[in-house]
């Protein structure tokens, strides 16, 4: 995995480069020139050598065995993509390396981009056509492989819209460049002794038949290769399939009687598909998240150690040995095991609906619930399963408050803001408040129950809840527009759920929200704050545990 990576790195920033001295065109044929010089020092030296073919090679075989251990060629549409598009890179640039790395190690000639772009411009212009193609085809194929790389660093989103303005102009400006330097070289080529001296400077008066038979043989050579290993691939992977057939299957058994029946060679997870069973996998099976781990009981001695990305994985989520990646598990003996994160935290956002359109005042409850050092919790955690544990938390909390009657209006970081009395009644919108922190309350209860083999401590929280008027309507710009509510509730209510720490307590309440009925509440704390921005004291009461507002709302 880690190899797929450094070596895709190597040969993006090799493409990279490429095209901003393609971009130098936009100025002059001789700025590109001398782009070449500082191109060619780097990617001609030894480690340049070493390193871009090394690179290309690794990336070129770990595609195709990947391709053959997969347990089904079924993929979805941008995986299908990559590997479409990175099959057809070696064969769009097979006649650009001839002409100009084979031919200088050959040949012994001298590469400018007038060479280059006299061939493709004039000469050939289909080679043109078809390097334009492969400059699209393998920016492209680099950009999807980074992104799918680096979409969950925490600096992502915010840096997305930029990278995405640079993954379209690199490849612009660099196309545009050879256009541009296509089109000098059309106005230098009219002159018969321009062309005469390019030749003799690059060394091809001699050698020019040659090395235009080898570029011309490049392509078919490349085809010819890549259609053996394809069609390898294709007869191997059924005739492999009818061999383990052969064999014995191995059995998988899953809690409450499942059992699935495989050949070797196919992963647990796999399995778990074949059979029907809901498996979490968040990164799909490529070995980067760990939700698909499994306990592994009988068979568990009979099993191979886990090879080195399946390790790193289990290393860092510091998995007993019992663990396994049902995506890396091939097992080879039957074997039970147990899954052991529920299926239903996945990439998805939790989305709301109902959104009322234009802005008005209304009296509404305001809630706001932020998990309690989460942060730490995140470092010692892989993003995937931080995603995971967040998706889950989302989803219990968006249930929880929608089952009370709230609108969630978004979720901040591991925080989440939810409003009540959209409908307009505010006596109904305080009391929703309230039986939704109670809901979050059991709710998170549940998660940490169904969590507590793969969290180091349990999830907590802190709500806090006031209310009063607020404008509430569409806000936002674009793709951002949304309904939400601001005003002094809003900002009270964050306030507060603050102020829980300061209290030790899951809830804190203003009694505004709680009204006359809870003067003598036994299960809370009374206090005054002083909320900033805001004139006098703000009596408030502070709940060790949220469900106990309704416990006292029913018997008080
Ligand atoms: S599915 Fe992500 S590690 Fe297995």
Redesign the pocket.
């Known amino acids: 995995m880690q190899l797929r990576l450094f070596s895709g790195l190597i040969l993006f920033i090799f493409v990279l480069t490429h095209l901003l001295n393609h971009m130098a065109g936009l100025h002059s044929v001789a700025w590109m020139n001398d782009g070449l010089v500082a191109f060619e020092l780097v990617w001609r030296s030894l480690p340049g050598t070493v390193l871009l073919y090394g690179s290309l090679l690794v990336h070129l075989v770990l595609a195709v065995v990947t391709l053959w251990r997969r347990d089904n060629l079924t993929m979805n549409w941008r995986d299908g993509l990559q590997i479409g598009l990175g099959l057809l890179v070696p064969l769009l640039v097979a006649g650009h390396v001839a002409g100009t790395r084979l031919a200088w190690e050959f040949y012994d000639t001298v590469s400018s981009y007038d060479l280059v772009l006299l061939y493709n411009w004039i000469t050939n212009p289909v080679a043109g056509i078809q390097l334009a193609v492969l400059v699209v085809a393998v920016w492209l194929h680099g950009v999807m492989g980074l992104r799918h790389w680096l979409r969950l660093k925490p600096w992502f989103r915010e840096a997305s819209p930029w990278l995405f303005a640079a993954s379209i102009l690199v490849p612009v400006l660099g196309l545009l460049g050879f256009v541009q330097g296509g089109r000098a070289v059309e106005a230098f080529a009219t002159d018969p002794d321009w062309t005469l001296q390019l030749y003799t400077r690059a060394n091809l008066l001699e050698t020019r038949n040659d090395v235009v038979a080898m570029v011309n043989a490049a392509q078919p050579a490349v085809l010819t290769a890549l259609s053996v290993v394809l069609v390898l691939i294709a007869l191997g992977r059924p005739l492999r399939t009818a061999l383990a057939r052969k064999r014995l299957p191995v059995r998988i058994s899953y809690p409450h009687g499942h059992h699935v029946d495989i050949q070797r060679g196919v992963s647990v997870?796999e399995a778990s598909r074949r059979g029907r069973i809901p498996h979490?996998?968040?990164?799909?099976?490529?070995?980067?998240?760990?939700?698909?781990?499994i306990r592994v009981g009988t068979g568990l001695n009979a099993l191979q150690p886990p090879h080195s990305d399946e390790s790193r994985?289990l290393e860092r989520i510091k998995a007993p040995d019992d663990v396994r990646?049902?995506?890396?598990l091939r097992p080879t003996a039957d074997i039970t095991v147990t899954p052991l994160l529920a299926p239903t935290g996945s990439g998805d956002r939790v989305l709301s609906s109902h959104l009322p359109r234009g802005g008005e005042e209304r009296e509404i409850a305001v809630l706001f619930a932020d998990l309690r050092g989460f942060t730490s919790l995140s470092e010692e955690q892989l993003p995937?399963d931080t995603v995971f544990v967040l998706n889950r938390y989302f989803a219990a909390m968006g249930a929880a408050i929608e089952e009370a009657g709230g609108h969630v209006d978004k979720f901040i970081g591991d925080g989440v803001m939810a409003i009540f009395g959209l409908q307009g009644d505010f006596e109904l919108a305080k009391q929703q408040s309230l039986v939704s922190a109670a809901n979050m309350a059991r709710a998170l209860d549940r998660l940490n129950e169904s969590l507590a083999d793969d969290l180091p401590q349990p999830l907590r929280m802190g709500i806090g809840i006031h209310a009063g008027a607020a404008v509430v309507g569409e806000m936002g710009y674009g793709s951002t527009l949304g309904m939400t509510a601001v005003g002094d509730v809003v900002n009270t209510a964050s306030r507060l759920e603050a102020s829980t720490k300061e209290f030790g307590a899951q809830l804190v309440v203003s009694e505004a929200v709680l009204g006359n009925t809870k003067a003598e509440d036994p299960c809370s704390e009374r206090h005054e704050i002083s909320i900033r921005g805001r004139r006098g004291m703000l009596a408030v009461r502070a709940y060790a545990a949220a469900t106990d507002v309704i416990r006292q709302t029913a018997t008080g």
């Not at 979490?280 to 781990?293: D, E, I």
């Not at 990646?325 to 890396?328: G, I, K, N, S």
């Open positions: 997870l979490a996998s968040v990164c799909g099976g490529r070995g980067r998240c760990s939700t698909c781990r994985v990646l049902a995506c890396m995937y």
